[in-house]
């Protein structure tokens, strides 16, 4: 049994032609002027003091600290904690486990209320943004993600209650 179709070549073309372009206005729409996480670049350091501004941070504009760190092979209970917060970010740093990245330090000259200094953290492989926190380092700081958090309350303001934070934990990353 031998089957025959004349086929239009004009009218395939048009097709191919078509759905090209669809795929081309849903890949411009959807995901071509936005970077998602853990694709920020982060190749120099305007890079970097540029991503933690996009967080509302006002930074010194060099690193304190800047070098590399293993991330552990095998997780831990600090790790563990750590990569949690991580998580919640859309980061996962168990995906660098047993690799060295570069670890970037920044003072954070605008944390809402702070009294001792603040430092931005960002953990960076290959040039992009990977993980990473900000700490407050006063008695009773605490650790946290890249967002800003809510303006303190102010001087004449009296909290009513003390708040249940995370307190800073040494961490090994």
């Not at 694709?39 to 890079?47: H, P, T």
């Not at 670890?103 to 960076?124: D, F, I, Q, S």
Request: proline content about 5%; overall charge positive.
């Amino acid at each position: 049994v031998v089957l025959t179709a004349k086929v239009d070549f004009k009218k395939i073309m048009l097709i191919l032609g078509a759905a090209a372009a669809l795929l081309l206005v849903a890949i411009l729409f959807f995901g071509g002027s936005k970077q998602t996480f853990g694709q920020q670049d982060a190749s120099g350091n305007d890079q970097r003091v540029a991503f933690l501004k996009s967080f509302g941070w006002d930074v010194v504009g060099s690193p304190k600290e800047s070098g590399q760190v293993q991330i552990p092979a095998q997780g831990n209970e600090v790790f563990d904690r750590y990569n949690a917060l991580q998580k919640c970010q859309n980061y996962d740093l168990s995906k660098f486990a047993g690799k060295k990245v570069m670890r970037y330090v920044y003072e954070v000259k605008n944390y809402p209320g702070a009294t001792e200094p603040v430092y931005a953290t960002l953990l960076v492989h290959k040039n992009k943004v990977i993980g990473g926190d900000i700490t407050n380092t006063a008695p009773g700081g605490k650790v946290q993600g890249f967002q800003m958090p809510k303006i303190a309350p102010s001087a004449t303001t009296v909290p009513t209650e003390t708040p249940t934070e995370t307190t800073k934990t040494e961490r090994k990353v």
